[in-house]
C-alpha cells in the first residue's frame, strides 16, 4: 500500500489510549516505577514496574500522571539509546499482511515526517521485514522520543485489531501473532500455566496433545514461541487462535477477580455446585468462621459423613492442579506486612484493600494457602486474654518476600541475579545489596553460581526452563561442547534477555544430577543418558529417534513425513520443529541432531534435493 493511501493520523506522545510503554523495549524497562509515580496509583492497582506501563494506565489516572509517567520511559531510554542489547534491535517490526488500509497509524508529526523520508513507513506497508535496529539506524535518524513514538505507533496498529472481529483476508498467522503480542502485555502471563484446569482441557488441539507436557508451559513461554516461530502458523487449525485468545481473556478476568470469588472458582472446578458449597463452607474459603460437619450436613440435608467424604475428595483433588491464584497470593503476602496484628484487623485489611469484597478471615487463608501449595511466613496465635492475633518474624517474611521475587524471576531464564532482585525489590523486603545477600544465604535452596555471588537459582523449583533445555539437548546426544548448549537454549529460550554465558552454563551443569562437566568447562557429558529420556515429551522423543534412523540429518519434508506417519499432527511438528533445543538447522529446509556432526558430503546432497524440490526457496 502506498503511503498517501494509508489511515495515518498525528498526535504527539504519550498519547490518550496508547501505550507508555513500548512492549518491544520491555526489557530494558523493567525498573521498579519511582516513588512519585507510585504515590499517586490508586488502591489496588498493580502496576509496579515501568514495563508494564500499557495503555490502561490511562483509564486509571489522570493525564498529567502519565505524562509524568512517559518523561521517566523517556529518560531511561535515553539513557540506554546508544547501547541497546541485541535482543531488543534483532526483535521484528511486524505487520498486517493485506490489512494496512484498516487499521490507524498514529505518531507525532516529527516521527511521521522521519519515517516517510527515510522510507520506513512505505517498507512497513508493503510488509517488507523489518526489525526494532532499523529504527535506529534510519537516515534522517530518530531520536530517543521519536524512536519511542515509532515502537508505539507500530504496536498499537497490530493491538487495535484484537478490538474488532478478524476479518476474513487477516490469516491464522498473523492472527495468533497478534493475540500473542496482547498476551506478553500481560505482566501476570509468566505465572499462569498452561495446565491450569479454568483454561479447559482441550487447550492448543493440535500443538499439545494429553500425552505432552502442557502443565509445564506458561503462557508467556506459549506467547514468545509464536511471536519469534519461523515457520507461517497457517499449519495450526483454527481452534488454537480462538483457545488462545480465550485463555488471554480469562487470565485478565482472573487478575481481577475478589477473594472469595477466586477461591469458589478453582473448588468448582473440581467439584459440583453442592459439593463447592460443602467445603467452602466447612474450610472457611468463604472468609467466615469455619462450620462444623453437622452444621453443614443440616443445611444440605445429607449426613455429617458424606460431608466429610466430599471436603476429603476436594481436598485431594485440589492439591494435583496447578492454579493461577493472584488474589490469594496477594492476600498472603498483604497480612505479612501487616503482621503482627488481630485477626479482625487483618480480615477488615483485606476488605479495605480490595483484595476481598468482606472481611476475610486470616484462618480461611492459612488453609486454601495449605491445600494449594503456597508458602505462608505468619501463623495465628491465641494470646494469653484469648484474642488470636497473627504472628510472624520480621526477618521471615522478608525471606518470604525474596523468595517470592526470586521465584518469579526464574521463570524466565531458570536462573537470576542479585541485581534483578535488587531492582524489583523495595525498601521493606531488602535493605541493599548485602542485606539481599543475607537474605538469599539463609535460604537452603539457594545455589550460587559463580564466585561473586551474583548469579543462582533454586534448586527445588519445579520445571525449571534452563535445566529442560540442556537434558532435553543431552537427552537426544552426549557429550555436547557448553558453546553448543548454549545454542540449543538459544533456540528453545522463552526470554528476551537472550541465553546464558558459557561458563555459567556450564557451572549450572555441575550443579545437576547425572552430568559431568569437565575441568576447563568445555564438555558436558549424561551419566546416564536413558534416565534423561523422561525429560522429553514423546513427540520430541519420536522427533530425535526420527533424526538418528536418518543419520542425524535430514530435509525438513521428509522429516514432517515421518513424523506424520508416527501420528505426529502437522502444527505439532512444526511447533516442535521451531522450538526443540535438540534441533540444529544447519541450511534453510536441512535439519540435524545437536552434536551429532554429520557427514558433511551427505548434508551437500540433502541441500541439492532440496532445492530441486523448492527452487524458489
Given at each position: 500500500?502506498?503511503?498517501?493511501?494509508?489511515?495515518?493520523?498525528?498526535?504527539?506522545?504519550?498519547?490518550?489510549?496508547?501505550?507508555?510503554?513500548?512492549?518491544?523495549?520491555?526489557?530494558?524497562?523493567?525498573?521498579?516505577?519511582?516513588?512519585?509515580?507510585?504515590?499517586?496509583?490508586?488502591?489496588?492497582?498493580?502496576?509496579?514496574?515501568?514495563?508494564?506501563?500499557?495503555?490502561?494506565?490511562?483509564?486509571?489516572?489522570?493525564?498529567?500522571?502519565?505524562?509524568?509517567?512517559?518523561?521517566?520511559?523517556?529518560?531511561?531510554?535515553?539513557?540506554?539509546?546508544?547501547?541497546?542489547?541485541?535482543?531488543?534491535?534483532?526483535?521484528?517490526?511486524?505487520?498486517?499482511?493485506?490489512?494496512?488500509?484498516?487499521?490507524?497509524?498514529?505518531?507525532?508529526?516529527?516521527?511521521?515526517?522521519?519515517?516517510?523520508?527515510?522510507?520506513?513507513?512505505?517498507?512497513?506497508?508493503?510488509?517488507?521485514?523489518?526489525?526494532?535496529?532499523?529504527?535506529?539506524?534510519?537516515?534522517?535518524?530518530?531520536?530517543?522520543?521519536?524512536?519511542?513514538?515509532?515502537?508505539?505507533?507500530?504496536?498499537?496498529?497490530?493491538?487495535?485489531?484484537?478490538?474488532?472481529?478478524?476479518?476474513?483476508?487477516?490469516?491464522?498467522?498473523?492472527?495468533?501473532?497478534?493475540?500473542?503480542?496482547?498476551?506478553?502485555?500481560?505482566?501476570?502471563?509468566?505465572?499462569?500455566?498452561?495446565?491450569?484446569?479454568?483454561?479447559?482441557?482441550?487447550?492448543?488441539?493440535?500443538?499439545?496433545?494429553?500425552?505432552?507436557?502442557?502443565?509445564?508451559?506458561?503462557?508467556?513461554?506459549?506467547?514468545?514461541?509464536?511471536?519469534?516461530?519461523?515457520?507461517?502458523?497457517?499449519?495450526?487449525?483454527?481452534?488454537?487462535?480462538?483457545?488462545?485468545?480465550?485463555?488471554?481473556?480469562?487470565?485478565?478476568?482472573?487478575?481481577?477477580?475478589?477473594?472469595?470469588?477466586?477461591?469458589?472458582?478453582?473448588?468448582?472446578?473440581?467439584?459440583?455446585?453442592?459439593?463447592?458449597?460443602?467445603?467452602?463452607?466447612?474450610?472457611?474459603?468463604?472468609?467466615?468462621?469455619?462450620?462444623?460437619?453437622?452444621?453443614?450436613?443440616?443445611?444440605?440435608?445429607?449426613?455429617?459423613?458424606?460431608?466429610?467424604?466430599?471436603?476429603?475428595?476436594?481436598?485431594?483433588?485440589?492439591?494435583?492442579?496447578?492454579?493461577?491464584?493472584?488474589?490469594?497470593?496477594?492476600?498472603?503476602?498483604?497480612?505479612?506486612?501487616?503482621?503482627?496484628?488481630?485477626?479482625?484487623?487483618?480480615?477488615?485489611?483485606?476488605?479495605?484493600?480490595?483484595?476481598?469484597?468482606?472481611?476475610?478471615?486470616?484462618?480461611?487463608?492459612?488453609?486454601?494457602?495449605?491445600?494449594?501449595?503456597?508458602?505462608?511466613?505468619?501463623?495465628?496465635?491465641?494470646?494469653?486474654?484469648?484474642?488470636?492475633?497473627?504472628?510472624?518474624?520480621?526477618?521471615?517474611?522478608?525471606?518470604?518476600?525474596?523468595?517470592?521475587?526470586?521465584?518469579?524471576?526464574?521463570?524466565?531464564?531458570?536462573?537470576?541475579?542479585?541485581?534483578?532482585?535488587?531492582?524489583?525489590?523495595?525498601?521493606?523486603?531488602?535493605?541493599?545489596?548485602?542485606?539481599?545477600?543475607?537474605?538469599?544465604?539463609?535460604?537452603?535452596?539457594?545455589?550460587?553460581?559463580?564466585?561473586?555471588?551474583?548469579?543462582?537459582?533454586?534448586?527445588?523449583?519445579?520445571?525449571?526452563?534452563?535445566?529442560?533445555?540442556?537434558?532435553?539437548?543431552?537427552?537426544?546426544?552426549?557429550?555436547?561442547?557448553?558453546?553448543?548448549?548454549?545454542?540449543?537454549?538459544?533456540?528453545?529460550?522463552?526470554?528476551?534477555?537472550?541465553?546464558?554465558?558459557?561458563?555459567?552454563?556450564a557451572e549450572f551443569c555441575r550443579q545437576l544430577p547425572m552430568l559431568e562437566v569437565d575441568?576447563?568447562?568445555?564438555?558436558?557429558?549424561?551419566?546416564?543418558?536413558?534416565?534423561?529420556?523422561?525429560?522429553?515429551a514423546p513427540t520430541e522423543w519420536v522427533m530425535i529417534h526420527t533424526l538418528k534412523t536418518?543419520?542425524?540429518?535430514?530435509?525438513?519434508?521428509?522429516?514432517?513425513?515421518?513424523?506424520?506417519?508416527?501420528?505426529?499432527?502437522?502444527?505439532?511438528?512444526?511447533?516442535y520443529l521451531d522450538v526443540a533445543p535438540f534441533i540444529e538447522e544447519l541450511e534453510r529446509?536441512?535439519?540435524?541432531?545437536?552434536?551429532?556432526?554429520?557427514?558433511?558430503?551427505?548434508?551437500?546432497?540433502?541441500?541439492?534435493?532440496?532445492?530441486?524440490?523448492?527452487?524458489?526457496?
Open positions: 500500500m502506498d503511503v498517501a493511501q494509508a489511515n495515518i493520523t498525528t498526535a504527539k506522545y504519550p498519547r490518550k489510549g496508547f501505550s507508555i510503554a513500548p512492549l518491544a523495549l520491555a526489557q530494558i524497562l523493567q525498573i521498579p516505577l519511582p516513588e512519585s509515580l507510585t504515590t499517586q496509583l490508586p488502591s489496588g492497582y498493580r502496576v509496579t514496574h515501568l514495563a508494564e506501563l500499557d495503555e490502561t494506565v490511562w483509564l486509571r489516572r489522570d493525564e498529567q500522571f502519565c505524562q509524568q509517567a512517559a518523561s521517566v520511559v523517556i529518560a531511561e531510554v535515553m539513557r540506554r539509546y546508544r547501547s541497546l542489547p541485541h535482543e531488543i534491535t534483532a526483535q521484528p517490526l511486524e505487520h498486517l499482511t493485506g490489512m494496512t488500509g484498516g487499521v490507524r497509524l498514529v505518531f507525532s508529526n516529527r516521527t511521521r515526517n522521519a519515517l516517510e523520508r527515510s522510507g520506513l513507513l512505505e517498507r512497513w506497508l508493503s510488509d517488507e521485514p523489518l526489525c526494532v535496529g532499523d529504527l535506529l539506524t534510519s537516515t534522517p535518524r530518530l531520536g530517543p522520543v521519536s524512536f519511542i513514538d515509532a515502537l508505539v505507533g507500530f504496536e498499537n496498529a497490530l493491538l487495535e485489531t484484537l478490538d474488532r472481529p478478524a476479518p476474513r483476508q487477516l490469516d491464522i498467522d498473523t492472527q495468533m501473532r497478534l493475540v500473542a503480542l496482547q498476551a506478553l502485555r500481560n505482566p501476570r502471563a509468566s505465572s499462569v500455566m498452561l495446565g491450569d484446569p479454568r483454561l479447559e482441557a482441550p487447550l492448543f488441539v493440535g500443538v499439545f496433545t494429553r500425552r505432552d507436557r502442557r502443565d509445564e508451559i506458561t503462557l508467556e513461554a506459549f506467547a514468545n514461541r509464536i511471536v519469534k516461530a519461523e515457520h507461517h502458523l497457517d499449519n495450526y487449525p483454527l481452534e488454537i487462535f480462538e483457545q488462545f485468545r480465550a485463555s488471554e481473556s480469562s487470565v485478565r478476568m482472573f487478575v481481577d477477580m475478589k477473594l472469595e470469588d477466586e477461591l469458589a472458582e478453582v473448588v468448582r472446578v473440581v467439584a459440583s455446585e453442592r459439593d463447592a458449597q460443602a467445603f467452602i463452607a466447612h474450610r472457611g474459603w468463604d472468609g467466615k468462621e469455619p462450620k462444623s460437619l453437622r452444621e453443614i450436613a443440616e443445611e444440605l440435608d445429607i449426613s455429617h459423613e458424606r460431608v466429610r467424604q466430599i471436603c476429603a475428595q476436594v481436598d485431594d483433588q485440589l492439591g494435583d492442579q496447578q492454579f493461577f491464584m493472584p488474589a490469594l497470593d496477594r492476600a498472603i503476602t498483604a497480612i505479612a506486612k501487616a503482621a503482627p496484628c488481630a485477626t479482625s484487623d487483618a480480615a477488615e485489611m483485606l476488605q479495605e484493600t480490595g483484595t476481598a469484597n468482606e472481611a476475610f478471615s486470616p484462618s480461611g487463608v492459612l488453609d486454601a494457602a495449605a491445600v494449594l501449595g503456597r508458602d505462608v511466613p505468619w501463623e495465628l496465635m491465641c494470646h494469653v486474654n484469648g484474642e488470636e492475633r497473627v504472628d510472624a518474624d520480621p526477618s521471615r517474611v522478608r525471606r518470604y518476600c525474596v523468595l517470592g521475587l526470586a521465584r518469579r524471576a526464574m521463570v524466565e531464564r531458570g536462573y537470576t541475579s542479585v541485581s534483578a532482585l535488587l531492582a524489583a525489590a523495595n525498601e521493606n523486603e531488602c535493605r541493599g545489596r548485602d542485606d539481599l545477600r543475607n537474605i538469599l544465604e539463609s535460604i537452603p535452596t539457594v545455589s550460587w553460581l559463580d564466585a561473586q555471588h551474583e548469579m543462582f537459582w533454586l534448586t527445588d523449583t519445579p520445571n525449571n526452563a534452563l535445566a529442560s533445555a540442556i537434558m532435553k539437548t543431552l537427552a537426544a546426544h552426549s557429550p555436547q561442547e557448553s558453546c553448543e548448549l548454549r545454542e540449543a537454549i538459544k533456540r528453545s529460550s522463552v526470554s528476551r534477555s537472550g541465553p546464558p554465558p558459557s561458563w555459567l552454563i575441568e576447563v568447562g568445555r564438555f558436558v557429558t549424561a551419566h546416564h543418558q536413558t534416565a534423561l529420556e523422561s525429560e522429553l536418518q543419520g542425524g540429518v535430514i530435509t525438513r519434508s521428509r522429516f514432517r513425513d515421518m513424523c506424520a506417519q508416527a501420528h505426529i499432527p502437522r502444527a505439532t511438528f512444526y511447533f529446509g536441512i535439519y540435524a541432531l545437536r552434536g551429532s556432526s554429520p557427514d558433511p558430503a551427505t548434508v551437500e546432497i540433502l541441500i541439492d534435493e532440496s532445492l530441486r524440490l523448492n527452487p524458489h526457496r
